[in-house]
């Protein structure tokens, strides 16, 4: 049975575990995530996050007229550079209206990772409330949600979470 993204983002909120300047990177009680659904992405092709079972994976909800937006992606696509080897991605969730403003920017900024197509913020702020652009889950390999960040974080939170959690096999 497919999960709609408004259910799966329920499931995802309720599970996600702030983390904030914490060393731990994923609690004990963090409970796995509901990874089957889809998206779509910017060429309307569907988009399982269940594929990447396995992976650890930074899902990063934003937009392209977001300042804090534009200024974390060249630190994702660093990182993405850096970790995908070891079994990491990233996964854009885009909230634009306007795939084709998705598709420009992204090859603006050279994003080389993921770049899907969200629902709108109205159909995800029922999931997760208000939802600040940009908000970013770091998802273990095993599927639990060890952190959320909302708001503007810095690579170097990111890139600690995510070594800690590539170490964990």
Same mark, same amino acid.
């Not at 995802?12 to 994923?26: D, F, N, P, R, Y």
């Not at 970013?136 to 998802?139: K, N, S, W, Y």
């Given at each position: 049975m497919r999960q709609t993204p408004?259910?799966?983002?329920? %499931? /995802?909120?309720? %599970?996600?575990?702030?983390?904030?300047?914490?060393?731990?990177?994923?609690?004990?009680?963090?409970? !796995?995530?509901?990874?089957?659904?889809?998206?779509?992405?910017?060429h309307g092709k569907p988009f399982a996050?269940?594929?990447y079972k396995g992976r650890v994976v930074l899902l990063d909800f &934003?937009?392209? &007229?977001? !300042? !804090?937006c534009r200024k974390e992606i060249p630190g994702f696509i660093e990182l993405y550079n850096s970790y995908r080897s070891r079994g990491?991605? #990233?996964?854009? #969730?885009? /909230?634009d209206e306007s795939t084709s403003d998705v598709k420009r920017f992204a090859r603006k900024y050279q994003m080389n990772y993921p770049i899907l197509i969200g629902t709108g913020r109205t159909d995800l702020e029922p999931a997760?409330?208000?939802?600040p652009l940009p908000t970013?889950?770091?998802?273990a390999r095993d599927g639990r949600i060890c952190a959320k960040h909302d708001g503007l974080t810095p690579k170097e939170q990111f890139e600690k979470e995510i070594v800690s959690l590539l170490e964990v096999q």
């Open positions: 408004v259910a799966v983002a329920c %499931m /995802m909120a309720s %599970m996600a575990v702030s983390l904030g300047a914490s060393e731990q990177v994923c609690s004990a009680d963090a409970k !796995p995530a509901n990874l089957n659904f889809t998206f779509k992405d910017v996050l269940s594929d &934003w937009a392209t &007229w977001c !300042p !804090p990491f991605a #990233v996964i854009g #969730v885009s /909230m997760f409330g208000e939802l970013a889950f770091v998802i």
